[in-house]
């Protein structure tokens, strides 16, 4: 038949197409920035502080001491503050009497990480941004510390509630685990910090682990491909799908 041959021509082309170009086109385009991040951190700190005397210097001052009826003093608050406040997108806040709340960050990843070099060169004592150990994490008694810490405020579920006087305790699920063990650890806003006495680090990553389970609990099942969303998803389904058809219409195609 003249029309099947006429397609059995045109799928091999079209299959690597679909199989090389399409993939590397979508895989190529995503983590291009990641790879720039190898800056010199004085640098960085440079870099940081022209950014903080934009965006941040009116209500936490020079060199970050604080203003008065506008911001607290970064003294200290170290890179665990700066990096929750900033990757949440609570800083920089539109004005000082505006209740703190997550949303899209203002700046992107390489940003924040030259503001944070720049709030914690202001003082070498200040906490760093607290690693994560899920390998070492034990998601059972992650949850029963989590019944005892943290469900009062965020509820047993994780999703969030009023608080007495008059605050609001926000969803934890859009927490990445960083940001998870920061808020443990600097306690932001009227949230009690957690030190290694309460929580061991160990017993905060099992923490961590079980707020990251309630977060994805309500998936709908199937392979997650690591919750990395419709890049890899779509990737599977040009792989995955089409390929299967491709190979399959080229079967029927030399069958016949
Ligand atoms: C309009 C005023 C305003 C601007 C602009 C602003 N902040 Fe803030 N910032 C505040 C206030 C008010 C708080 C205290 C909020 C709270 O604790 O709920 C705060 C808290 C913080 C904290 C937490 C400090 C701690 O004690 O742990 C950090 C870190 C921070 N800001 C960083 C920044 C950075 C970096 C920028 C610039 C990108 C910025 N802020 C811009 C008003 C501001
Ligand atoms: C007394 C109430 C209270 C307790 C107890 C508490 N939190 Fe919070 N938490 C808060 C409040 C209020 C905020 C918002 C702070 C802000 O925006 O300034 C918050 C913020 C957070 C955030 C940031 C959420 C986001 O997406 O931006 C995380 C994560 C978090 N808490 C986790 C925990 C964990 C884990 C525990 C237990 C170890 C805990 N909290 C215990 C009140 C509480």
Redesign the pocket.
């Known amino acids: 038949m003249r029309i099947s041959l006429r397609i059995r021509r045109l799928v091999l082309p079209a299959a690597l197409l679909t199989l090389v170009v399409v993939p590397s086109v979508i895989l190529g385009a995503t983590p291009a920035h990641r790879a720039s991040a190898q800056e010199t951190s004085a640098a960085q700190v440079a870099a940081g502080e022209g950014?903080?005397q934009t965006?941040?210097?009116?209500?936490?001052g020079v060199g970050g001491v604080g203003?008065a009826g506008?911001?607290?003093?970064?003294i200290g608050?170290?890179a665990?503050?700066?990096?929750?406040?900033?990757s949440t997108g609570?800083?920089?806040?539109?004005?000082?009497?505006?209740?703190?709340r997550r949303k899209r960050p203002?700046?992107d990843e390489q940003q924040i990480t030259q503001?944070?070099a720049?709030?914690a060169s202001l003082d070498p004592n200040g906490p760093p941004i607290p690693a994560v150990n899920l390998a070492a994490a034990d998601e059972s008694r992650g949850g029963e510390l989590f019944r005892l810490n943290c469900a009062s405020c965020h509820g047993f579920a994780g999703g969030g509630g009023a608080l007495s006087d008059g605050n609001q305790a926000p969803p934890i699920w859009d927490a990445t685990p960083t940001q998870m063990k920061e808020a443990i650890r600097?306690?932001?806003?009227?949230m009690p910090e957690f030190s290694e006495k309460q929580l061991t680090e160990e017993d905060a990553d099992s923490v961590v682990a079980y707020a990251e389970y309630l977060g994805n609990a309500n998936n709908r099942g199937g392979a997650p491909l690591d919750y990395g969303g419709p890049i890899p998803e779509g990737l599977v389904a040009w792989l995955g799908g089409l390929g299967v058809l491709i190979v399959a219409s080229v079967w029927i195609g030399r069958t016949r």
Request: with cysteine.
């Open positions: 950014l903080y965006s941040c210097v009116s209500c936490h203003v506008k911001g607290p003093s970064l608050v170290g665990a503050s700066a990096d929750f406040y900033l609570r800083m920089p806040l539109p004005a000082p009497e505006i209740r703190t203002a700046f503001i944070v720049y709030v600097i306690g932001p806003g009227t």
